[in-house]
């Protein structure tokens, strides 16, 4: 538990400033040790019931403060140390990006239930540049980046902005590199960053060993968990139903469920309540009845 080094100052007159300290190490929520340090002093009833109030409050703050700075962690975008230059768009450097601001193109190559808005021209590369649109879809989803060369007009690029469209963010460096930070579609919360180089005339994504998510959830029904994601694969071990697991990360392929794939959830690699990691795999995992909640988004 945190501790806190509590000083207590008091006024004795107009023109006279008396200072006094309680050195005292106390724990956060140990009020009795303030009120003891307090009644030390000899102060008037008052001047007494004054300070008691100034050291619980001086408790109270600290583990506010330290809750508030945890929160605003775990929400702080992992682009966050690059220039924001639009909503949702992070760049190396803001000479790299350019704000649109010609015609509308709301309706342009978009369905009846999409529409387009421009963000602005951002530079893929020193000799490439391109638009940078999100399409919004209304009825279906997900809505998604759409990134496409300035002088032909051809697809570079498009991203899904999964489950929580307003949370996906893009980092492009200017060097071919563009990341994209989202809830992945295959998953009900958490969020992940994946990475696309361009290759020839497309931004194709770089594979990485798992994506990472790093998300409690719990279990439901009991699981096994594989030493690998093939057929081969051992267990390491059976989660009973009811228990918290972090969810490290999504294996590659299921990032994006591809139902023409048989893939209908997602597989996952775990770390239980003992510390063993080991591969969920729907298909021999569990039954019907059993999974991890982050693939239940109802």
Known sequence: MAQHWTRVCCVASADAFLERYCQSTVLSNSIAALQSCVDSLDLGFTMNMMLRLCCLLLVLAGPVQSFAQGGEAKRRSPFSEYPYVAPQVFVYERELFTQYKGVSVVRANVSDFETRSRIGIVAITPKVSAYLDRIDNSVHGPSSFEITDLKTGALIGKFDLGLVPESAELLFTGQSNVYLHHVP?????????????????????????????????????????FSRTEISGAVVATV????????????????????????????????TPLGLTGWYVPSRSGGEQAGVTITQCN
């Open 185 to 225: 579609t295959s998953v009900c919360f958490g969020s992940v960053t994946r990475k696309f180089v361009l290759t020839g005339k497309r931004l194709v994504e770089t594979q990485q060993a798992i994506a990472y998510l790093n998300a409690d959830a719990d279990i439901f029904g009991d699981i096994k968990l």
């Open 240 to 271: 009973q139903e009811g228990a918290r697991v972090t969810v490290l990360g999504i294996a590659p392929d299921s990032v994006a469920l591809n139902p023409s794939r048989g893939q209908s959830l997602p597989t996952l690699l775990i770390k």
